[in-house]
């Protein structure tokens, strides 16, 4: 079992920066890092869609829109990942989710979401 609790939405102006964070209470048979993690977003209107991810071994990946922009990192001693937005457009106004998937049986656990807001 896994439980999130995100952090760090808000709003930003076009061009502007936020930092979401993600912290994961985790089961002592299943640490941070038996989990891949991800971040999504929905806007208003819109179907939930990939941001980014962060493997179990480091490794990241980004959707195009985001590429450039957005930097994905975890944290194993904080059981946190985080997202740093860059350069933030209003088409990137959405909620932000985050997700833990077991790296083995794929189960996967989402944050409650928070909104980001870009606007001037």
């Not at 209107?45 to 590429?67: D, H, I, L, P």
């Amino acid at each position: 079992q896994v439980q999130l609790v995100q952090s760090g939405g808000g709003l930003a102006q076009p061009g502007g920066s936020l930092r979401l964070s993600c912290i994961a209470s985790v089961a002592s048979g299943s640490p941070f890092n038996t989990y891949h993690m991800y971040w999504y977003r929905q806007a208003p209107g819109k179907q939930r869609e990939f941001v980014a991810m962060v493997y179990v071994g480091g490794e990241t990946y980004y959707a195009e829109s985001v590429k450039g922009r957005f930097t994905i990192s975890r944290d194993s001693a904080e059981n946190t990942v985080y997202l740093q937005m860059n350069t933030l457009k209003a088409e990137d106004t959405a909620v932000y989710s985050c997700k833990a998937a077991h790296r083995i049986n794929g189960v996967d656990y989402w944050g409650e979401g928070t909104l980001v807001t870009v606007s001037s």
